[in-house]
């Protein structure tokens, strides 16, 4: 006999069956919605990274296209008071940064001459030892690392020392191809080359300002200790061209073999010109051009007429002459036998001179005749080397880039001699800047509230 159904116990098993469902349909439903917002974030995510990414190539781009701006305004082509100050490239802006050695409070704009700096491949050691920071084994080392021979100077290092480091490499005995090679020579440090610039971006930052609050140690002194880094270089070297095509002479040659004589006739006159030769012939060698001008007995006048077509060598090409109009005072007083009352005499000349500079027969209105013999072959007032400190943001301030470029202009067109990518350091500008794109102002608006 079958047991009877009890009506009751029937209706609560199919509740329980539809309860179990709905709860299962709602663990679904969320699961899936679940799903659909992570989905969603992880969309929204990719969307802001795929525009970031796009900001940063818009900057990228502006930053490469500024490079061929930098070769313009290198080449005289360009204005570099319109282009080095949050110039408009694509959908971006582009600064060419520099220092300012009288203020390290506030951003300077243009192409850095490296032919005001002192080249670590061909100073002396007399001017290594003058530079900001310096040390004497550093400059031995320098001197060292460059040369050819394996002779220690007192003081330096050849590979005995290189080899027994705990990573060990060999002393170059060959010239210098980067500034930053110089952190591989003994006595070296970072604080030493990059001072408290550790973003290099000349310019004196809190965090560079607040003792050991945060990286890099400082002395919290308010002034930016700036290292070597913006006072050497390796790259400077000069064509020896005469002014509209005429011939060098080497004043170091026979008069009439090298063309002196000739030259000479053009500027002195009749009666003077036999007493003057009688001491071009008997002084020579000299040392350099304003030692030709001191012992040949020329007047300013004579000398000034032909300066420019003067040399002691008949090399087409000479390196490592600081170019007196541009160089700043810490690298004037790097000269042989000058001091910083010297530099800073140069330095207020060029302010207020405004023409007549270019050769360099001014300094003899500024120096006594030995000091500026002493200087005569080691300064120019040519510059065939530019650097450009290149920093790029697009206009939404998502994207960023920093290049820094050597220009060459001794071929027949511009080149870039080196390229280096600075974009890890961070941003080097007033973040004001940043902020006020990011926040959808116009460039004009975001350079209002950097000013302030």
Known sequence: MKPERNPHTMLNG?????????????????VLAGLALVFTHAMRVELR????????????????GAIELARAIAAGDADAADA?????????????????????????????????????????????????????????????WRDSDDDVTPGGAENEY????????????????????????????????FGEDTNRNNMLDDNENDAD?????????????????????VHSRERLEPPDGKQMVNINESPSRSGLNSLLREVITTDRYFQVMDRVRSGRPYANVLDF??????????????????????????????????????????????DAADASALAAHRGDAGTGMDT?????????????????????????????????IDSTGRGYARRRVVIDLLDDSPRVAVQTDLTTLGWPLDRSIMESLRGGGTIDAALREASR
Request: glycine share 8%.
């Open 213 to 233: 609050g945060s990286l890099p140690h400082d002395d919290a002194n308010g002034r930016l200790e700036r290292g070597l880094l913006p006072y050497i270089t």
């Open 293 to 338: 001008y001191v012992r040949a007995g020329l007047t300013r006048d004579e000398f000034d007429a032909i300066v420019g077509q003067l040399s002691t060598t008949n090399d087409e090409e000479i390196a490592g002459r600081v170019n007196i109009n541009v160089a700043p005072e810490a690298v004037l007083a790097c000269l042989p036998s000058l």
């Open 49 to 64: 990274a795929s525009a970031n990414h796009g900001a940063s190539r818009r900057a990228d781009v502006a930053a490469r």
């Open 162 to 193: 290189y080899l027994l480091l705990d990573e060990p490499y060999q002393c170059k005995n060959a010239p210098f191809e980067s500034v930053e090679e110089l952190l591989l020579v003994k006595g070296a440090t970072y604080a030493i080359l």
């Open 84 to 144: 080095c100050e949050a110039a408009a490239v694509g959908n971006a802006y582009v600064w060419m940064i520099m220092p300012d050695f009288e203020d390290d409070r506030k951003p300077a704009y243009g192409l850095i001459d490296l032919a005001g700096r002192v080249n670590i491949n061909t100073a002396p050691l007399e001017m290594l030892l003058k530079l900001p920071g310096m040390t004497s084994e550093l400059a031995a080392s320098i001197a060292d």
């Open 14 to 30: 199919r509740g329980d069956r539809s309860g179990t469902v709905l709860i299962v349909t709602m663990w679904v439903v969320l």
């Open 360 to 392: 360099i027969a001014w300094v003899l209105d500024i120096l006594p005749e030995e000091k500026a013999v002493a200087i005569g072959g080691d300064i120019t007032t040519s510059s065939y080397h530019y650097a450009a400190d290149i920093v790029a």
